[in-house]
C-alpha cells in the first residue's frame, strides 16, 4: 500500500499535468471552448473541468476569459522569446534598473522578468541582475495593486473594456468621491516623479481620454466588449503636452526665469518636449514651456527655491507665492 505522501505527490502530478492539458485547449481554441467539450477531452466531470478553468486564472494568474458559455486565453497571453545581442540585453537592463529604482512597491513581473534576463548573459551583467533583484525584493508588497496591474494589462493586450471604481486625489481639503468609470484601457504608463503607474484610457461617460493613477483603483472588471485602438499618434501627442501624467487639461504657456547660479544647470537639460531656453545677457534663463495644466509643474517649479521666479502664467505665479509663504508662517511659528 502506498503511502500518504507517494499518494498525494501523485495527485498533485496528475492535477498538474490536467492543468497543461486544459492550457492546451484553450489555447488550441481561440474562438474559445465549453466547458463539457473539455470535461469530454479531458474524461472528467463537468465540475472538475470548471475547477480547473478557475484554477488556471487564480492560482497561475492565467489570462483566461469567460463570454457566452466559452472560455479561452487571452491571444497575448504567450510571447515569443527574444534573442538579444548583449548591447540589446543592456538597454532592456538599464530600462528595468529604472523601473527599481523609482518602484515604491515589489513587482513580481518585473522579478520575473530579471530572472529570465539572467539567463545567458555574461556573467557582470548577471551579477547585476542579481543584485537588482535583491533590492527588488525589500520592497513592500501590495497583491491588490498587482492584482489591478495583472487585470489592465490583459485588458489592454487584448482591447477590451474595462470598469473601475476610481478614488480621485484629494485637493484643498475636499474628501474624494469614488466615481465608477467605463474605460477605454490605451496605455499603461509609469511615472519617475511619482513612482508610481497609470492607466491612460478614454473615458466613457464623460466622453474624454482621461488620466488614473492605477494606486487609487479600488476595483477592476474586465468586459467581454472590444474597443477600436485609436488614430496613430492620439495618446503620443496628448503625453507631449503633460509634465508627466496628467495629460487631460488644458494647455498653459509657462515662463520662467532662472537665475544665473542655477542657469546652465536648467540649460543643459530638455525638461520637457515643447521647451524653449534662452541664456540672457545678465546670466539668468529665460524659460518657456506650453504644458497641460500646472498641477504637475508646480512641483517643479517649487523644487527650485528661490532660483526661480513664475513670470505666467498668473495662477501659477501666485501659487508658488501663497505657497513659499506659508511654508515660511509655519517655519517662524515653530
Not at 495662477?315 to 508658488?320: G, M, N, P
Given at each position: 500500500?502506498?503511502d500518504?505522501?507517494?499518494?498525494?505527490?501523485?495527485?498533485k502530478?496528475?492535477?498538474?499535468?490536467?492543468?497543461l492539458?486544459?492550457?492546451?485547449?484553450?489555447?488550441?481554441h481561440p474562438?474559445?471552448?465549453?466547458v463539457?467539450d473539455?470535461?469530454?477531452?479531458?474524461?472528467?466531470?463537468?465540475?472538475?473541468?470548471?475547477?480547473?478553468?478557475?484554477?488556471?486564472?487564480g492560482?497561475?494568474?492565467?489570462p483566461t476569459?469567460?463570454?457566452?458559455?466559452?472560455?479561452?486565453?487571452?491571444?497575448?497571453?504567450?510571447?515569443p522569446?527574444l534573442k538579444?545581442?548583449v548591447?540589446?540585453?543592456?538597454?532592456?537592463?538599464?530600462?528595468?534598473?529604472?523601473?527599481?529604482?523609482?518602484?515604491d512597491?515589489y513587482?513580481?513581473?518585473?522579478?520575473s522578468?530579471?530572472?529570465k534576463?539572467?539567463?545567458?548573459?555574461?556573467t557582470?551583467l548577471t551579477?547585476h541582475?542579481?543584485r537588482?533583484?535583491?533590492?527588488?525584493?525589500?520592497?513592500?508588497r501590495?497583491d491588490?495593486?498587482?492584482?489591478?496591474?495583472?487585470?489592465?494589462?490583459?485588458?489592454?493586450?487584448?482591447?477590451?473594456?474595462?470598469e473601475?471604481?476610481?478614488e480621485?486625489a484629494r485637493?484643498?481639503?475636499?474628501e474624494?468621491?469614488?466615481?465608477?468609470?467605463v474605460?477605454?484601457p490605451?496605455?499603461?504608463?509609469?511615472?519617475?516623479?511619482?513612482?508610481?503607474?497609470y492607466?491612460?484610457?478614454f473615458?466613457?461617460?464623460?466622453?474624454?481620454?482621461?488620466t488614473?493613477?492605477?494606486?487609487?483603483?479600488?476595483?477592476v472588471?474586465v468586459?467581454?466588449r472590444?474597443?477600436?485602438?485609436?488614430?496613430?499618434?492620439?495618446?503620443e501627442?496628448m503625453?507631449?503636452?503633460?509634465?508627466?501624467?496628467?495629460?487631460?487639461?488644458?494647455?498653459?504657456?509657462?515662463e520662467l526665469?532662472?537665475?544665473p547660479?542655477?542657469?546652465?544647470?536648467v540649460a543643459?537639460?530638455?525638461?520637457?518636449?515643447?521647451?524653449?531656453?534662452?541664456?540672457?545677457?545678465?546670466?539668468s534663463?529665460n524659460?518657456r514651456?506650453?504644458?497641460?495644466?500646472?498641477i504637475?509643474?508646480?512641483?517643479?517649479?517649487?523644487?527650485w527655491?528661490?532660483?526661480?521666479?513664475?513670470?505666467?502664467?498668473?495662477?501659477?505665479?501666485?501659487?508658488?507665492?501663497?505657497?513659499?509663504?506659508?511654508?515660511l508662517?509655519r517655519?517662524?511659528?515653530?
Amino acid at each position: 500500500m502506498a503511502d500518504f505522501d507517494e499518494v498525494g505527490s501523485s495527485a498533485k502530478r496528475d492535477r498538474g499535468a490536467r492543468l497543461l492539458r486544459v492550457l492546451s485547449l484553450l489555447k488550441a481554441h481561440p474562438e474559445g471552448i465549453r466547458v463539457d467539450d473539455i470535461a469530454g477531452r479531458l474524461g472528467v466531470s463537468r465540475r472538475t473541468a470548471y475547477r480547473d478553468l478557475v484554477a488556471l486564472q487564480g492560482e497561475l494568474g492565467m489570462p483566461t476569459w469567460a463570454e457566452a458559455g466559452r472560455w479561452g486565453i487571452l491571444e497575448t497571453a504567450f510571447l515569443p522569446p527574444l534573442k538579444l545581442t548583449v548591447p540589446e540585453a543592456m538597454a532592456v537592463f538599464l530600462a528595468s534598473r529604472l523601473m527599481v529604482r523609482y518602484a515604491d512597491k515589489y513587482d513580481p513581473d518585473l522579478a520575473s522578468a530579471f530572472e529570465k534576463l539572467a539567463a545567458g548573459l555574461p556573467t557582470p551583467l548577471t551579477e547585476h541582475v542579481e543584485r537588482s533583484l535583491d533590492v527588488l525584493q525589500r520592497a513592500r508588497r501590495d497583491d491588490v495593486f498587482t492584482d489591478h496591474v495583472h487585470a489592465l494589462t490583459r485588458a489592454w493586450a487584448d482591447r477590451r473594456v474595462v470598469e473601475i471604481e476610481y478614488e480621485p486625489a484629494r485637493y484643498e481639503g475636499r474628501e474624494p468621491t469614488i466615481r465608477e468609470a467605463v474605460v477605454r484601457p490605451y496605455l499603461i504608463e509609469p511615472s519617475t516623479q511619482t513612482h508610481s503607474l497609470y492607466l491612460i484610457g478614454f473615458d466613457e461617460v464623460p466622453g474624454a481620454l482621461r488620466t488614473f493613477k492605477i494606486e487609487r483603483i479600488r476595483s477592476v472588471i474586465v468586459t467581454p466588449r472590444r474597443f477600436e485602438p485609436p488614430e496613430p499618434g492620439t495618446v503620443e501627442t496628448m503625453l507631449r503636452q503633460a509634465w508627466d501624467m496628467i495629460a487631460d487639461q488644458p494647455t498653459t504657456e509657462v515662463e520662467l526665469e532662472f537665475v544665473p547660479a542655477v542657469a546652465a544647470r536648467v540649460a543643459e537639460t530638455v525638461w520637457h518636449p515643447t521647451q524653449a531656453a534662452a541664456l540672457q545677457p545678465d546670466g539668468s534663463l529665460n524659460w518657456r514651456a506650453t504644458v497641460s495644466g500646472t498641477i504637475e509643474i508646480r512641483l517643479w517649479v517649487l523644487s527650485w527655491g528661490d532660483d526661480v521666479r513664475v513670470i505666467r502664467p498668473e495662477s501659477l505665479r501666485d501659487d508658488v507665492r501663497e505657497t513659499h509663504r506659508r511654508a515660511l508662517a509655519r517655519d517662524g511659528a515653530g
